[in-house]
């Protein structure tokens, strides 16, 4: 078992960025592939960015590639997603999911773990 916990989420204007983070409590979450989605009010749930457990291999959904950067820290014990130029799309409750897996392709797949999400709001 494993309970994603995200922060760093906020306000922030439109170019700016945020860096949020995921930890978790019960099993290390090193030992799992992380991944982050969002959920824009309104709209269907999205997948943002991924990281394999230990090669470091990273994917993103064009709408933030260039932008996101997603790295996890195992000494830490965490996953970042940092979010530079940030723009009034991007606003949504942003999930930190666990144990997923990656396909052939590259396509991450969803674990079964999700944390609380942490709402970022980006101003125009």
């Known amino acids: 078992q494993v309970q994603p916990v995200e922060s760093g989420g906020g306000l922030v204007q439109a170019g700016g960025s945020l860096r949020l983070s995921c930890a978790a409590s019960?099993?290390?979450?090193?030992?799992?592939?992380v991944g982050w989605y969002r959920r824009a009010p309104g709209k269907l749930r999205e997948f943002v960015a991924a990281?394999?457990?230990?090669?470091?291999?990273?994917n993103y959904a064009d709408s933030v590639r260039g932008r996101f950067t997603i790295s996890r820290d195992n000494e830490k014990n965490e996953v970042y997603l940092q979010m530079n130029t940030l723009q009034p799309d991007d606003t949504a409750v942003y999930y930190c999911?666990?144990?997923?897996?990656?396909?052939?392709?590259?396509?991450?797949?969803?674990?079964?773990?999700w944390g609380q999400g942490t709402q970022v709001t980006v101003a125009s």
């Open positions: 999911n666990v144990d997923g897996a990656f396909q052939y392709s590259g396509v991450y797949d969803a674990g079964k773990y």
């Open positions: 019960g099993r290390p979450l090193r030992a799992y592939p």
């Open positions: 990281i394999s457990r230990s090669t470091g291999r990273t």
